[in-house]
């Protein structure tokens, strides 16, 4: 009874490959966020959507977009990997100011 | 915008024993703080949470205080297991309609058989 699922779970790609990581959930949360986490340091804040309203991060790359075409699913786009994207990415999601609840992650890899 | 420090970074502590992790956050407007247990190579998992209206929690072996005025909050971990060895992040949210987490930097606890 998975509330918050991420495929895939790893993800091997090219140098300059785009790749797309979705999220999906089940808790019919109105916000869902994604995360960057690298080699346990806390999770990075990349953009989050509140309902439909789209939030990105003033860091974050332009190289990562998000899409949200319903409540149940998120996606994460990266258009162009770079060898320093390789990172676990979360996803969370939550009701407005309640507690966030994260996915498994996907691990990406760039070669 | 809100800065969540994280102490200690790392931690080893004797099987039995307590540990304790400490945050302080730079907002005052912050009113929720909950606390993320991060195993290698899983997903962060809420252990415990507390909102500003409220001092102190507690959930069998884990408890956290939060000091108001101080701008700092603690998770305290007794009976240590060696399960418990992870990751601990702390973080803080100023609610209200903003739904962003600040995370800590993380403290890596071992427990020692």
């Known amino acids: 009874d998975a509330m918050v699922i991420q495929n895939p779970r790893y993800q091997v790609t090219q140098f300059g490959k785009p790749v797309t990581l979705s999220c999906s959930q089940t808790l019919n949360h109105n916000v869902m966020y994604w995360y960057q986490q690298k080699s346990s340091q806390a999770p990075k804040l990349l953009f989050h959507?509140?309902?439909?309203?789209?939030?990105n991060e003033a860091d974050t790359p332009d190289n990562f977009q998000s899409r949200r075409p319903n409540t149940s699913f998120c996606f994460l786009d990266i258009r162009s990997p770079g060898l320093g994207d390789a990172a676990m990415y979360l996803c969370?999601?939550?009701?407005?100011?309640?507690?966030?609840?994260f996915g498994p992650g996907t691990r990406l890899l760039v070669l | 915008g809100e800065n969540v420090e994280q102490h200690p970074s790392t931690l080893s502590v004797q099987e039995g024993d307590s540990a304790v992790i400490k945050c302080t956050y730079s907002d005052s407007a912050s009113n929720y703080f909950p606390w993320y247990k991060q195993e290698l190579g899983k997903r962060p998992q809420l252990i415990i949470d507390i909102r500003s209206n409220v001092g102190e929690k507690k959930d069998q072996r884990i408890a956290v205080t939060l000091n108001k005025t101080a701008k700092h909050f603690s998770l305290h971990i007794t009976e240590t297991q060696p399960e418990d060895s992870a990751v601990y992040f702390c973080?803080?949210?100023?609610?209200?309609?903003?739904?962003?987490?600040?995370f800590g930097t993380g403290t890596r606890l071992t427990i020692i058989p």
């Open positions: 973080a803080a949210t100023p609610g209200l309609g903003n739904e962003k987490l600040t």
């Open positions: 969370a999601t939550s009701l407005t100011e309640e507690t966030q609840y």
């Open positions: 959507y509140y309902d439909k309203d789209f939030n």
